[in-house]
């Protein structure tokens, strides 16, 4: 069975400091993973996925994610956070249908 | 670029009431999901489509029901409010080979 455990509910970090978003996954075949942000009363914006190929993914926003099979990873990372990324973010597979992790909430204080 | 549409974003019903949420997807696209997401909570999926047959169905109460039209649109059906029921309702559409989904804004459900 597919599942997603993100190690972190709240991570506040200071701006222009950089910030990791762990997520790990457990799944029996090969997965899709997805990265999706979620601002206050918005719906659920795609960051980033990982379909296949290079492990290291790049999105929007200037966030990035590596994909770690061994480790069943896949940590999000920005070198320099901004006021503005303060938001939920939701580590996802898909298997058909997405499995979400609990989100994380990221503070990004001035 | 086409967004999906979710109609209409806020809801406001009474207890053993009847509501209909719809969804617009973005064009082309083959498969469309639908999750609820209750406060602080992550989404959870309720049901897809594809290609206008329901594909998989996950935690849907049996008071819920969807389909998915000859246009593409679908419509998720929720009889016999209750309380517990209040949650943002999104939608999601993709192509099943690509595995990506793109979200609506989702309707905003309150059950008094």
């Known amino acids: 069975a597919q599942s997603v455990t993100q190690l972190d509910s709240q991570v506040p970090v200071f701006e222009e400091a950089p910030v990791e978003l762990r997520c790990n996954y457990s799944?029996?075949?090969?997965?899709?993973l997805f990265w999706y942000v979620q601002y206050p009363n918005q719906g659920l914006q795609l960051l980033l996925k990982?379909?296949?190929?290079?492990?290291l993914v790049k999105g929007i926003n200037g966030f990035e994610a590596e994909f770690n099979k061994s480790q069943t990873s896949f940590h999000l990372r920005k070198p320099s956070v901004h006021i503005s990324d303060t938001a939920e973010y939701f580590c996802?597979?898909?298997?058909?249908?997405?499995?979400f992790g609990q989100g994380t909430t990221l503070q990004v204080k001035p | 670029a086409a967004g999906v549409i979710q109609s209409p974003r806020h809801l406001i019903k009474e207890k053993r009431e009847t509501a209909t949420l719809k969804c617009y997807p973005i064009?082309?696209?083959?498969?469309v999901y639908w999750y609820q997401q209750g406060p602080g909570q992550d989404p959870q999926f309720l049901i897809s489509?594809?290609?206008?047959?329901?594909?998989d169905k996950g935690s849907i109460p049996d008071r819920f029901s969807a389909q998915q039209f000859s246009d593409y649109h679908s419509e998720l059906n929720m009889s016999s409010l209750e309380l517990g029921d209040s949650a943002l309702y999104f939608c999601a559409s993709g192509r099943a080979l690509l595995g990506e989904q793109y979200f609506g804004p989702g309707t905003r459900l309150t059950v008094t």
């Open positions: 996802a597979v898909a298997y058909g249908k997405l499995i």
């Open positions: 799944s029996s075949v090969s997965v899709y």
């Open positions: 990982y379909l296949s190929g290079s492990t």
């Open positions: 064009p082309r696209h083959d498969t």
């Open positions: 489509f594809y290609e206008k047959m329901q594909s």
